[in-house]
């Protein structure tokens, strides 16, 4: 996520900055997916952001408030990004395709801020903060929801095969706990194979 700036030499711009605690949810955004949350600390969060401290807890009670924040501001923006991608006007199945895609895409070679903070945190925060974990599951159940509901769409319209047996909330579990998986065994192995692997099994089983 990008902070709104004006242009140099302008004396009028559309374009407004961010309020503080936006400004502090984006910096935090960038240092926690960059770094995770233990290595982030307040300090280096309101140097960065050029915040004072006051500021920073006017907004947030504690460090792990801000973190289910920036989980939370995450997660809003994303189900943006997919009810923008479920409006295109293609077949389910390619709306899965370009999905998966762009997941493959994005999380090959390496890692920064704009691709790794759900993989970073969920190898990181389940056992240390309660409300981020329960923040993260959130974010999960509703990108599983988004799955299941062009899953049926394509059993309806024909462009996804349908197997016997298995619902299709479940098939999107399977693909989102793969694809997550695969991404921080990537992450670890420093290999994509990983991701190769989870993407010829989901296109497959999406009729591709």
């Not at 009028?12 to 770094?35: E, F, N, V, W």
């Not at 309806?156 to 997550?180: C, V």
Request: charged residues 20%; neutral net charge.
């Amino acid at each position: 996520m990008s902070i709104a700036t004006t242009q140099p030499n302008s004396t009028l711009s559309d374009a407004k900055p961010p309020d503080t605690k936006t400004h502090l949810l984006d910096i935090g955004y960038q240092l926690l997916a960059k770094k995770g949350f233990s290595a982030v600390g307040i300090k280096q969060i309101l140097d960065t952001a050029g915040v004072p401290k006051g500021s920073f807890y006017h907004y947030f009670a504690s460090k792990e408030a801000f973190g289910e924040a920036i989980i939370t501001h995450y997660f809003a923006n994303y189900k943006i990004r997919l009810d923008t991608m479920g409006a295109v006007d293609t077949d389910a199945q390619q709306k899965l395709y370009t999905y998966f895609q762009g997941w493959y895409d994005t999380q090959q070679n390496g890692c920064d801020h704009e691709k790794c903070l759900v993989v970073k945190l969920s190898a990181e925060v389940a056992d240390i903060s309660e409300s981020m974990r329960r923040a993260l599951n959130e974010g999960y159940q509703q990108t599983i929801e988004w799955l299941t509901s062009l899953i049926k769409a394509g059993w309806i319209e024909g462009s996804i095969p349908q197997t016997d047996n298995i619902g299709a909330e479940s098939m999107a579990k399977r693909w989102y706990f793969a694809w997550l998986g695969a991404s921080l065994i990537a992450k670890t192995s420093q290999t994509n194979t990983p991701l190769a692997e989870v993407w010829q099994m989901t296109t497959a089983q999406m009729g591709r």
